[in-house]
């Protein structure tokens, strides 16, 4: 099946349901497709948006979802489930009594002792933290019963044309996602577009501060617009890799969360990108779920 095809199979809802939930990232593109339904663009009005809080987010995005609420005529809900920071440096018992860090919650790029590096070593974060959290919300909040097959609810995913690979239909019997960017064949540049023409403030990115998936573009905003949180970034990936190190005897290799496997402090964010070198593409590998 052609892409262009799989698109328009995939983008028309099938059932109409009781109940639309908006998964809000308080990115740039579910931004704007927030803005767009409360102005009536986009239909129909939502029920409710949910944001999943990882509590790791740059101050600008806590900023930005501060006003935006503000703007919305739906409520939005925050859904913490813990603190990613310290849960992915959290040492675990194990039953002979030794204690294990949880290797795999965030990804992270590993160097062997031979100097062979591998790239992206796990992921729970995604699935875990965010996934999880906006599921357990719209249930609570729309009655969805166990085991429940009957589909009430339509997920909103703001996923827009130039990110079609990262279209997933919804794991749960009870909900349908729908992509009203991608039907309306809204890019990105295009949601940007369109919040300057509305008079709205260009959103942050939105993102952990310390994600592994940052292109070297994004860590150099990091480090040259929000320092704070930069530092706090190098501070974790040398945590990381001392937890590793200390608690990970079986899988013998540095891990960091750059993909030169250098620490933060150390690598030169006006490199590769600038000279137009070939850099790792993450898009295919997200969820989707975060950082729109």
């Not at 920071?85 to 009594?97: A, F, I, M, N, P």
């Not at 997933?168 to 991608?182: E, F, Y």
């Not at 509305?198 to 905003?221: I, K, L, M, V």
């Not at 040259?224 to 974790?236: G, S, V, Y």
């Amino acid at each position: 099946m052609s892409l262009v095809i799989m698109v328009a199979v995939m983008i028309e809802p099938e059932h109409k349901t009781k109940w639309n939930v908006l998964s809000l990232g308080a990115g740039v593109q579910s931004s704007a497709l927030a803005l767009m339904a409360a102005k009536g663009e986009i239909g129909p009005m939502p029920d409710f948006a949910v944001f999943a809080d990882t509590q790791a987010e740059p101050t600008e995005v806590y900023e930005w979802l501060d006003w935006l609420e503000k703007e919305l005529p739906f409520p939005v809900y925050r859904v913490p489930k813990c603190d990613l920071t310290k849960d992915s440096l959290k040492v675990h018992e194990r039953k002979d009594g030794t204690g294990e860090r949880e290797n795999n919650l965030i990804p992270s790029f590993g160097l062997l002792p031979n100097g062979e590096k591998v790239a992206a070593i796990g992921r729970k974060c995604t699935a875990d933290y965010k996934i999880a959290p906006i599921h357990k919300k719209i249930k609570e909040k729309c009655g969805i019963a166990r085991g429940q097959k009957e589909i009430t609810v339509t997920q909103w995913v703001g996923i827009s044309l130039d990110e079609i690979q990262r279209m997933k239909n919804s794991p749960n019997k009870w909900s349908q996602h729908r992509w009203p960017l991608v039907e309306k064949r809204i890019t990105r540049a295009h949601c940007i577009q369109w919040m300057r023409n509305n008079g709205y403030p260009e959103p942050p990115r939105s993102a952990c501060y310390y994600c592994p998936f940052h292109s070297d573009t994004e860590w150099r905003r990091l480090r040259n617009n929000d320092p704070k949180h930069f530092h706090k970034a190098i501070l974790f990936d040398y945590a990381l890799r001392s937890k590793h190190k200390q608690h990970n005897k079986r899988l013998e290799m540095e891990i960091y969360l750059h993909r030169s496997c250098k620490p933060l402090a150390e690598v030169d964010f006006d490199n590769d990108e600038d000279r137009g070198q070939m850099t790792w593409d993450f898009q295919a590998e997200c969820e989707g779920m975060c950082g729109i």
